[in-house]
């Protein structure tokens, strides 16, 4: 087995030496031509074969023709079907715009009708909030007015009260009220006379005992006076009522004033001389004693 160095030399040396060799020994050509026979096709069959390729070719053209045409007729349907198409399509869209168009007008009519429709309305709930507030201010004018009559009858029942109290007292119609049922007659009733509203129960100190052990302002030693004071902000107004008077009354009430200011000297003392039927001589006499005359 020759080496592939041998082989390659023996290659070349062959493909110098065989042209001359065929020159001069033809022989050799046909010797060499059976042998690619083998190998290659002669040419007879290669002329054959190239008449089959051509065959085939001819058919592939003619088939490719007839694919042709069948794209041609398919491509005329498929444009006749877009053609088609195209044209109920625009149809559609007439028939859309004109839906469109009726859509739209019925829209605005609605709307128009609708905006009306709020428009009144709106005039209504205006009228309605009118209404109302003037409702609102309606009642609460009659809610003034009621807590008015209210205030004012509260105010009349109050001085009625009142009133119904200094009767009372100026015609001594205290009957057996004691404690602080009196004090409250008392206070109202003052309240009334003085007129006052700042007279409470509590300031009203009913018969109070002095007692004039020395005889300072009365002749006797000794003597006990009973006085009714009202008591508030450190100052003792000492009163005394009477249904009718004179004027010894109105010097008996000024020594008692006297004595209670001689025992207290701390506090402010003032005498308050209470008669409805009083003369002017009496009148009189309170204003000689600085006493205050409510009658």
């Given at each position: 087995m020759l080496a592939k160095q041998d082989f390659s030399q023996m290659q070349d040396y062959i493909l110098q030496a065989l042209p001359q060799l065929l020159r001069q020994n033809p022989e050799i050509a046909t010797t060499i031509e059976?042998?690619?026979?083998?190998?290659?096709?002669?040419?007879?069959?290669f002329i054959q074969l190239?008449?089959?390729?051509?065959l085939l070719r001819e058919d592939t053209n003619q088939r490719f023709k007839q694919v042709e045409q069948r794209i041609e007729l398919l491509q005329e349907e498929v444009n006749q079907l877009r053609d088609n198409m195209n044209k109920?399509?625009?149809?559609?869209?007439?028939?859309?715009?004109?839906?469109?168009?009726?859509?739209?007008?019925?829209?605005?009519l609605l709307q128009a009708e609708m905006n009306q429709r709020f428009e009144l309305l709106q005039e209504e709930v205006?009228?309605?909030?009118?209404?109302?507030k003037e409702e609102k201010r309606e009642r609460l004018d009659m809610k003034h007015r009621l807590i008015k009559v209210e205030s004012t009858v509260d105010?009349?029942?109050?001085?009625?009260?009142?009133?119904?109290?200094?009767?009372?007292?100026?015609?001594?119609?205290v009957g057996d009220q004691k404690g602080k049922d009196a004090e409250q007659?008392?206070?109202?009733?003052?309240?009334?006379?003085?007129?006052?509203?700042?007279?409470?129960?509590?300031?009203?100190?009913?018969?109070?005992?002095?007692?004039?052990?020395?005889?300072?302002?009365f002749p006797k030693k000794g003597k006990s006076i009973e006085v009714d004071i009202l008591a508030e902000n450190g100052k003792f107004s000492?009163?005394?009522?009477?249904?009718?008077?004179?004027?010894?009354?109105?010097?008996?009430?000024?020594?008692?004033?006297?004595?209670?200011?001689?025992?207290?000297?701390?506090?402010?003392?003032?005498?308050?001389f209470i008669s409805p039927e009083a003369s002017d001589s009496v009148k009189q006499c309170c204003a000689e004693y600085d006493l205050m005359f409510v009658g």
């Open positions: 059976g042998m690619l026979a083998h190998q290659f096709p002669r040419r007879d069959e190239l008449n089959e390729v051509k109920r399509f625009e149809e559609m869209n007439k028939r859309f715009e004109l839906l469109q168009a009726e859509m739209d007008r019925r829209f605005e205006k009228q309605l909030r009118e209404d109302m105010r009349m029942d109050k001085k009625i009260t009142q009133f119904d109290a200094w009767l009372k007292l100026v015609t001594g119609n007659l008392f206070a109202l009733g003052l309240s009334y006379g003085l007129k006052r509203t700042d007279i409470k129960p509590e300031t009203i100190q009913l018969r109070q005992i002095f007692r004039d052990e020395e005889g300072i302002v000492v009163f005394e009522v009477k249904t009718t008077a004179i004027e010894t009354d109105v010097v008996t009430f000024a020594r008692k004033i006297q004595l209670i200011q001689h025992q207290i000297p701390d506090k402010q003392v003032t005498g308050i």
